[in-house]
């Protein structure tokens, strides 16, 4: 949302204020936003995947360690490859779950945050609309999304 902000500066300092020192400001301050958002994206990639790498590892030794101590009885009744494939299954679904979808969540929470922030700043006008709006789309939305899965 910051973006398209920047770039309405960027044009209001070449065509209403003709100014090149301001399109100059500009520019730079947009290429560091796009550098800071690259960073950002990368720091957030890398640290959701070595939270998920750490999870997996951690079940898999606490797996392994609770198989190891079970008792004979057990590993008589239940085959060893079918437990270890469901384990391995469902720690894979584990680490997903951590690395993308938290990762996604956290992500867009923040996003709409920020995009709420930079709308009551440029407009608490369109900032109160958008609001009560939102609540009618999030219903729509709802609704068109319960009557497609019943397809």
């Not at 079970?70 to 894979?92: A, C, T, V």
Request: glycine share 4%; charged share 15%.
């Amino acid at each position: 949302m910051y973006i398209p902000l920047l770039c309405g500066e960027l044009l209001d300092a070449t065509s209403k204020y003709q100014d090149l020192s301001r399109l100059n400001y500009y520019a730079l301050i947009a290429i560091a936003v796009y550098l800071a958002n690259a960073f950002c994206d990368f720091m957030r990639t890398f640290a959701y995947h070595l939270l998920g790498e750490k999870i997996v590892m951690s079940l898999r030794n606490d797996c392994f360690k609770k198989f190891i101590q079970s008792d004979i009885e057990f590993h008589d009744q239940i085959k060893s490859g079918e437990l270890l494939s469901r384990l391995g299954n469902d720690i894979s679904i584990a680490k997903s779950a951590t690395s993308g979808n938290l990762g996604t969540l956290v992500r867009h929470i923040v996003t709409s945050i920020g995009n709420l922030c930079i709308l009551i700043y440029m407009s608490w006008q369109l900032s109160l609309s958008v609001l009560v709006c939102l609540p009618l789309f999030i219903i729509s939305s709802s609704y068109c999304v319960a009557t497609t899965k019943k397809l």
